[in-house]
């Protein structure tokens, strides 16, 4: 029997070795676990390591810390609500927080998005999504709607309704191909580089064109690809997206989980190219990190559609759905985004993440730099060296978290010059010694 009982703070190696051996980190071997390290606190930008070091984290939490960590205000409103209640079941109940939230999402989003479903976790709205789509159709008596349309490079989750509509060749979910439902994909978007062919929709205009019939709803990532492999794209995609679905009686699924609440620049990606969605899933930022939520805005179409044959209830009830801490956080979270001068700081940001990512062209294992928003990426040629390549990252003091040939950042709107400075530096200077690494090792 294990020794469960240490402290952390007298006996920081012990804790290591029992996390390394026992819990299962994602996308991580439970024979050969990549290295944890131990954060004993967070504060603005800075994540506290168990040995005393501060790392200016560059992950902003996986993309949902966009005010930074231990904000006052984002405190306040979660111990105002623990004091009154932490959690409360939402079926056949409702209470104030998810009510304020469904009312700020509305007003925030397109105004033909007035319907709200409020979700444990982002891969939990895009299941939602799925199957509203698909029993929107059902209602209307076209039975035979019961697949998908999405592109090549997408990331929507890890459960398996997501995963079906992730990429089924470079994703990291090509291994459950035979227990996934077989959806139609079309080529993954262009790069944006500023210029548009109308042939670049072609084969997706062919696939639509083709099985329209079976097709429930296009689901993408408007904008930017994310874990597929941050792909930034052209708006007018989008536009054929909406025009083509419209022609063909086909349901639009944005999946903004990462892209929204500003992110790339706009309040929601769909923005850029002027065009809504007939539903949005919404996630990441929504709380500022503090607790997990996500939520599944559709218009009164899709809505009031699913009843349409008057038996019609989605089915679909999360434990904890519409939990009230995470609604008030969320609540307060946009709030304070709203009360930020976010616009000027993400455009601020960009611009230095551009100015500052250049010089990465010129590294002989990097093939591509790219930007939008608050979002920085440099793509390498080869996959980089995991474990050497985090080691690296946090000795100069900073927490950037690569994946496969992707070393990127997506900091807090908060960071300032100086600390956004630390990030960029580091990524030039990592990954100009890690080609030398490669350099020598092949010589």
Request: aromatic share 8%; glycine share 8%.
């Amino acid at each position: 029997m294990t020794d469960l009982n240490f402290d952390i703070s007298k006996d920081p190696a012990k804790w290591q070795e029992f996390d390394r051996r026992h819990i299962w980190h994602p996308y991580t071997s439970m024979r050969d676990p990549l290295p944890a390290y131990t954060v004993t606190g967070a504060r603005g930008v800075a994540l506290t390591l168990a040995d005393g070091r501060e790392l200016i984290d560059g992950m902003a939490s996986w993309w949902t810390a966009i005010h930074g960590y231990n904000h006052p205000r984002l405190n306040t409103a979660v111990a105002q609500q623990l004091a009154s209640m932490a959690h409360v079941m939402f079926g056949g109940i409702t209470h104030g927080p998810a009510v304020a939230l469904a009312e700020r999402l509305i007003k925030l989003t397109a105004p033909s998005l007035d319907h709200v479903f409020f979700c444990d976790s982002g891969s939990v709205s895009v299941e939602v999504a799925i199957k509203m789509a698909i029993q929107y159709w059902f209602a209307q008596g076209c039975q035979t709607k019961q697949r998908l349309l999405t592109v090549r490079g997408g990331y929507h989750g890890d459960t398996f309704g997501a995963m079906s509509v992730c990429d089924p060749v470079n994703g990291m979910h090509q291994m459950f191909t035979r227990a996934l439902p077989g959806h139609l994909f079309a080529p993954k978007p262009r790069p944006d580089d500023g210029t548009w062919e109308d042939d670049w929709i072609s084969e997706f205009k062919t696939l639509l064109e083709t099985h329209h019939e079976e097709i429930a709803a296009v689901i993408v990532e408007p904008i930017v690809q994310g874990a597929g492999g941050m792909n930034i794209y052209h708006p007018q995609y989008l536009r054929w997206f909406r025009r083509l679905c419209d022609d063909h009686d086909v349901l639009l699924i944005f999946d903004e989980i990462a892209t929204g609440f500003g992110r790339t620049g706009k309040l929601f990606a769909y923005e850029h190219a002027g065009v809504v969605p007939d539903i949005i899933c919404l996630g990441k930022a929504m709380t500022g990190g503090y607790m997990t939520l996500a939520a599944t805005l559709a218009s009164e179409k899709v809505a009031k559609g699913i009843s349409a044959d008057g038996s019609g209830v989605l089915m679909h009830g999360p434990t904890f759905m519409g939990n009230p801490l995470a609604c008030q956080v969320a609540v307060e979270s946009i709030e304070l985004l709203l009360d930020s001068p976010w616009e000027d700081r993400v455009g601020k940001i960009e611009q230095q993440i551009a100015r500052e990512l250049a010089p990465c062209r010129d590294l002989p294992n990097v093939k591509d730099v790219r930007h939008i928003g608050a979002i920085g990426v440099v793509e390498t040629r080869e996959p980089v060296p995991m474990p050497a390549i985090q080691e690296m990252f946090v000795d100069r003091g900073v927490w950037i978290r690569p994946f496969g040939r992707l070393v990127y950042i997506m900091p807090p709107y908060i960071i300032k010059p100086e600390e956004l400075s630390r990030l960029t530096g580091a990524m030039y200077q990592v990954l100009a010694e890690s080609s030398e690494m490669q350099n020598s090792g092949n010589a």
